[in-house]
């Protein structure tokens, strides 16, 4: 009997990625880990389109996928290329996909976590910019400035070289609070990714190939946007969130300025644990695009206005 149970376990087709995907149980546990803000069955069609849209994710560990999905879930996210994305990484010829939300992204979690009339703002040279306490109360005023010379304000060179950024919101009683870093600080922690110091290796060597010293992250084509994700995660320890929240961004940090680390967890080929293992995944002929950094246009592009106002 057991050899007759075997043969037919044996028998029985694996199940794709897409089924993994589109499993009963992932729609329900990303609807219940976002708190209701997300949809399950919208959640798992933006999950597909992504992974379609990015062949490399294909070959990723389905594991490590729906792991990625579910991070991104806790912080209210989906991986459309507005609110985060997924990425495929390669580690010691192991193919895995690791969640990163966007700064929009983070800001959609802050407002569905109680952060009222979160400001996130740019201060460039020559824009009048104060920030002290007074009277044990925060105050800051900022006037940005148009990048029209003719207007005699700063100049669109001058434009380009952000001094620092900051993120303003109100609690619950509605005082305000606030928190900024100069672009010195952003820097420092660009030169942490492991993307960016693996694109700036290939460009600095004399022996790489002229595709590898074009190659690009999104510190390189998106710079602002992302130093304005930077200090919205770094205003964010101090909100008040779920330890649930805290834990998934604590988890994106890891995984975007560190080593990559394999997903944790027991990998089970069954309906209750939707998580398959390396050998089920179904492979793709498709050729595999760069997996080491996401296509540019997955980030929030570049905005006209230098200050960003979220009222809830």
């Given at each position: 009997?057991e050899?007759n149970n ?5 028998q ?8 993994w995907?589109?499993s ?16 399950g069955?919208?959640a798992v069609?933006v ?7 990015t062949?490399?994710l ?18 209210g ?6 609110h ?13 996909a ?9 800001v959609?979690?802050?407002?569905s ?7 996130v703002g740019?201060?460039?040279k020559g ?7 007074f ?10 400035s ?17 001094l ?14 606030g ?13 942490r ?26 510190w ?19 909100w ?12 994106t940090?890891e995984?975007?300025?560190?080593s ?9 080929d069954?309906e ?9 995944v ?6 595999q ?5 996401p ?7 570049p905005?006209q ?6 009222q809830?």
């Open positions: 009997m050899n075997t043969e037919l376990a044996a029985q087709p694996r199940k794709t990625m897409r089924d995907i589109f009963p149980t992932l729609r329900k546990e990303l609807s219940e880990i976002s708190g209701g803000v997300l949809n069955d919208t069609n999950i597909w389109q992504c992974v379609q849209k062949p490399a294909q070959n990723c560990e389905i594991g490590t996928l729906v792991t990625a999905c579910k991070t991104l879930a806790i912080l996210c989906m991986p459309d290329g507005i985060g994305y997924l990425v495929p990484r390669s580690s010691k010829g192991t193919q895995t690791i969640p990163i939300p966007s700064a929009r992204g983070l959609r979690m802050a407002r976590n109680g952060v009222k009339n979160l400001n740019v201060v460039r824009e009048p910019f104060t920030w002290s306490i009277n044990g109360k925060f105050t800051f005023s900022h006037e940005p148009w990048t029209n010379s003719d207007f005699n304000l700063v100049t669109s060179k001058d434009a380009e070289s952000p620092g950024y900051y993120v303003t919101w109100e609690d619950a009683e509605g005082n305000l609070h928190l900024r870093m100069s672009d010195d600080e952003v820097r420092s922690i660009m030169a990714s492991d993307a960016f110091k693996r694109v700036e290796a290939k460009r600095n060597n004399p022996n790489s190939q002229p595709w590898e010293r074009d190659s690009t992250t999104p390189h084509t998106d710079y602002v946007e992302m130093a304005k994700k930077t200090v919205i995660k770094r205003a964010a320890k101090l008040d969130l779920p330890q649930a929240v805290t834990e998934a961004m604590q988890a940090d995984q975007e300025f560190t990559m680390r394999q997903a944790r967890g027991t990998v089970q069954t209750e644990h939707p998580l398959l293992a390396p050998a089920a179904q492979p793709t002929n498709e050729p695009q760069d997996a080491e950094d296509s540019p246009e997955l980030f929030d592009m905005q206005n230098n200050t960003t106002s979220y809830d």
